[in-house]
């Protein structure tokens, strides 16, 4: 859906979060989007990208081009298990992911 350079970013709090769009999470990303969106990461720590019609099986895919997803500790036991917990949580599985990386 997107080529790099394509995405309409729009800051939503002075210090923390920004929502972008045009891009479709459903299709795979070329690496250039996908560098395109770490880096706005990166800056805003925090992306909405809304109106994404996706399976778990493609939020997992997208979580994991940020690093290795681990389950929300705070999720009651029994409520989703292994990666559809992942998927349910991606955000938060990025984030504890960087801090491995870094």
Do not use: C
């Not at 997107?2 to 070329?30: C, F, M, N, W």
Request: proline share 4%; net charge negative; aromatic share 8%.
């Amino acid at each position: 859906m997107t080529a790099a350079g394509e995405l309409q970013v729009t800051r939503r709090h002075p210090l923390i979060g920004t929502e972008v769009r045009g891009v479709d999470l459903s299709q795979p990303l070329d690496d250039a989007t996908f560098e395109e969106l770490h880096a706005l990461w990166m800056e805003h720590l925090l992306l909405i990208i809304p109106d994404q019609a996706i399976t778990d099986e493609q939020h997992i895919a997208f979580g994991r081009r940020f690093g290795e997803l681990e389950a929300h500790p705070s999720l009651a036991i029994g409520y989703a298990s292994g990666e559809r917990n992942a998927a349910i949580h991606t955000a938060w599985q990025i984030f504890y992911s960087s801090k491995a990386q870094a």
